[in-house]
C-alpha cells in the first residue's frame, strides 16, 4: 500500500476510477448469492428487493375493484335517470297487453302508478243504476265502458283487479246494477255476481206521499219503508244540502217533489237513495228554468208548485190547466175562499192516515168524497190551511207532486178569462164548464146535475 502524506487509505469500493498502480492486480474474490432470497427482504447491500409477480397481481386486483365501483356508479345513475323512462314504457305495455300483469314487476309499477285509484271510489253518488255488459265484453271494453260512465277513475283499476285474481273468464253478459261510489274491487265483485233481479217501481201523476208510501209496501222491497216515509216528511239537512234547490220552508215535507216516473231498482235500494232518485228525475222533468219564478209572478216556486198540485188533481184536459190556474189566481186576487175541495180530501185523509199504521193504508181509499158540507169538515190547527172552504188564501203546501204541465199552468194562469168558478161536466167528457158570476156557476151546477 502506498502511503500518501496526511492522507486515509482510499476503499476500491468508493465511486471514483481506480488508480494507476491498481491496475493488473488481482480483483477480490467473487461471493456467490445465497440459494434463497436474503433475510428480511434485504440484500447484502441493505436495499429492499421488490418481487416482480407479485406486485402485477396486487395491481390488477385494484383495476379490477376500480372497474366493479365504476361500474356500479354508471349503474345508478343510470337507473336514476331512466327509471321513469323505463317505467313509462312498462306501464303502457302492461296497458295494451293486460297478460304482463302477471310479470311481478310489471304488476308493481302498474299498482304504483295507480296509487288510489285502485281503491277508492269516483264519486259517493248513492244511485243504482243499470250497466249492461254485452257478450264478448273484454274486461278492458267493460273497464272502458266502466270510466266513461262514472264508474271509474281510471279503467287499468278494473283490469289490473280483475288479471290479477284470474277472474277475466267469469265476466258474464248481462244488466247489472251498480252505484258509483263503489270501489274496483266491488264493481269486480258486483259484475261477478248473477244479474240482479230488480224490482220496478212505478208511479202515476198526482199521487201523494203517502200514496207513494203505499205503492212501496206492495212491491218486494226489503227496505224499510217506513224509514223512506221518515225521510220523505222529514228530510235530513244532508238531503236538503245535496239538493239546494228544493228551498223549502222550515219543517216542510217532500211533498209536491217526489216525481212520478217509472224506477228501476235493486230489491235493497236504500229510502235515501230512492228518494234521491226521484229527487232527480223531479229536476229533469221540472228543469231550473221552472224553477226561477219571475218577480212579475208574485210567488216563490214552492207557492207555485202548490198551485200546480190543486191543477193536477182538478184539471184531466191539458187545455183546461191554465184556465182553472186562472180561476184559483183571480180568487187569491179578489181574496176570496179558494174552495177546493181537493184541498180538503188532502187535510181529511191525512188525519184518517194517522189513525191506521203503515201495513193498512194499502186497503185506504185515497182522494174519495166525503159524503158532506166540505164547509163543515173540521181540521186541527196544524192542517187548517188545507181547509179551504174556511180559511182564506193559498194553502201551505202541495198536495200531491204536479207534472210539468201543471206547473206551467201556475206560473202563467190564464187570468184575461175573469173566470171565478168551475165544475166538471158531469157527462163523461171530462170537461169543466166555466163561470165569471155566481149566478152562472149555479146555473151550469144546475146544467150539469148537480142541484
Known sequence: MTLRGGGRP???????PLDAEDIGRPSD???APSAGPPTNGWNGRGRPIRNGSTGSRFGLIRFLVFVVVLAALVLT????VLRPLFADAVISWAADNPSALSVPFVADMVRSDLG???TQAPSDDPLQRDFVVADGDTAGAIASKLASEGYLRDPRAFVFLVTEQKLSSQLKAGTFLLRRNMTPQQLVEGLLNAPVTTVVVQLREGLRLEQVTTKLETLPLEMNVADFYKEATSPPQALLSDYPWLKLPQGASLEGFLAPATY???????????IRMMLDAFYRQIGPDRMTVPKARGMTFYQVLTLASLVEKEAVIDAERPLIAGVYQNRLNHKMLLNADPSVYYGHDTIELKKLALEQWTNYSFWSPLGTRLDGVQFPPELAGYQTYVNRGLMPGPICTPTAASIDAALQPDTKTGYLYFVAKNDGSHEHAFARTLAEHEANLTKYGYR
Request: aromatic share 0%.
Open 264 to 274: 228501476t231498482v235493486a230489491p235493497d235500494v236504500t229510502p235515501d237513495a230512492l
Open 10 to 16: 482510499r476503499l476500491r469500493d468508493q465511486a471514483h
Open 116 to 118: 288510489d285509484k285502485l
Open 77 to 80: 345513475a343510470l337507473l336514476t
Open 29 to 31: 474474490p467473487v461471493v
